[in-house]
Structure formats: structure tokens, C-alpha cells
């Protein structure tokens, strides 16, 4: 099983970023997939997850409106695009294959001026 990240950077806040998770090993489009995220100090949190075939998405509060998870199954890849990025939104996030309980290896994201 593996899991890759990439997309990650320093962006201005306003800015937008799109993160992608290449997935192998397994089969993606049977696996509910999750994005989470790591500030440093603080506790692993979910920012969102998408259902194996797409049609089910949940998010956190604080990136409602902001943030969107979509997957290709045929690509086998989850994507996170956020926009209207804030400081706060500065951690290391991760992908997470839900049914594999399985994690990426992380990327990150700075938010600053």
C-alpha cells in the first residue's frame, strides 16, 4: 500500500493550493479516502473525507465553503482544493485510506505573507 502526496507549498493567504494523493497497492475505489491535517502543537484533525465513489463528502467547520475533496478513480488519486487559504490553515496534511487505515506520508502547507 502506498500512499504519495504532493501539491503542498507556501502560498499568501487568499491563495489557493491543490494537494493530490496518488494511491497504489490496493483498490482505490473501493476505499473511503480522508484528508487530515497537523498543525505543529496541536492534535491530528480531519479537514475532509469523500466515499469510495464519490458521492458522499463530509467536512470540518472551519474549511466549509473553502475547501473540496473530489477523487478519480480511474487515476486512482484523491485531490484537496482549498482556496481563500488562511494562516490557521498552515500544518502538514495528510491523506488517509479509511478501509486500509493507512497513511501518506504528509505535505506541507505554509499560509503566509
Known amino acids: 500500500v502506498q500512499l504519495v502526496e504532493s501539491g503542498g507549498g507556501l502560498v499568501q493567504p487568499g491563495g489557493s493550493l491543490r494537494l493530490s494523493c496518488a494511491a497504489s497497492?490496493?483498490?482505490?475505489?473501493?476505499?473511503?479516502m480522508r484528508w487530515y491535517r497537523q498543525a505543529p502543537g496541536k492534535e491530528r484533525e480531519l479537514v475532509a473525507g469523500i466515499s469510495s465513489g464519490g458521492g458522499f463528502t463530509n467536512y470540518a467547520d472551519s474549511v466549509k465553503g473553502r475547501f473540496t475533496i473530489s477523487r478519480d478513480n480511474a487515476k486512482n488519486t484523491v485531490y484537496l482544493q482549498m482556496n481563500s487559504l488562511k494562516p490557521e490553515d498552515t500544518a502538514v496534511y495528510y491523506c488517509y485510506a479509511a478501509n486500509m487505515e493507512y497513511w501518506g506520508q504528509g505535505t506541507q502547507v505554509t499560509v503566509s505573507s
Open positions: 497497492g490496493f483498490t482505490f475505489s473501493s476505499c473511503n
